[in-house]
């Protein structure tokens, strides 16, 4: 079992940025797809980006060319940096290896000015 902690949460102005961190208890070397997801109020959760264990990503249209995922394997870490942040960027993030069910606990991240 390996416990994900995310962590870099806050609020920010709108056009800011933040970096969200995910730090794994164990290795992840063995997990081949991680992912960042959020929940903004009212809504469901949905996918962001996801990172797989080659260093390939996938960023959802709606934060590309914003958002950048990236994976430090030596540190058993993934990282989420936002740039340009809006409104509707509003949401709780999560980390996650949906594969094996490890979830982290989720970091809220505000939008406002």
């Known amino acids: 079992q390996v416990q994900l902690v995310e962590s870099g949460g806050g609020l920010v102005q709108p056009g800011g940025s933040l970096r969200l961190s995910c730090a794994a208890s164990?290795?992840?070397?063995?997990?081949?797809?991680m992912g960042w997801y959020r929940r903004a109020p009212g809504k469901q959760r949905e996918p962001v980006a996801r990172i797989n264990r080659d260093g390939s990503s996938y960023i959802v249209d709606s934060v590309k060319g914003r958002f950048t995922i990236s994976r430090d394997g030596a540190k058993n870490t993934i990282y989420l940096q936002m740039n340009s942040l809006k409104s509707e960027d509003t949401a709780v993030y999560y980390c996650?290896?949906?594969?094996?069910?490890?979830w982290g606990q989720g970091t809220q991240v505000t939008v406002s000015s």
């Open positions: 996650g290896a949906p594969d094996f069910g490890f």
């Open positions: 164990g290795s992840i070397s063995s997990i081949h797809v």
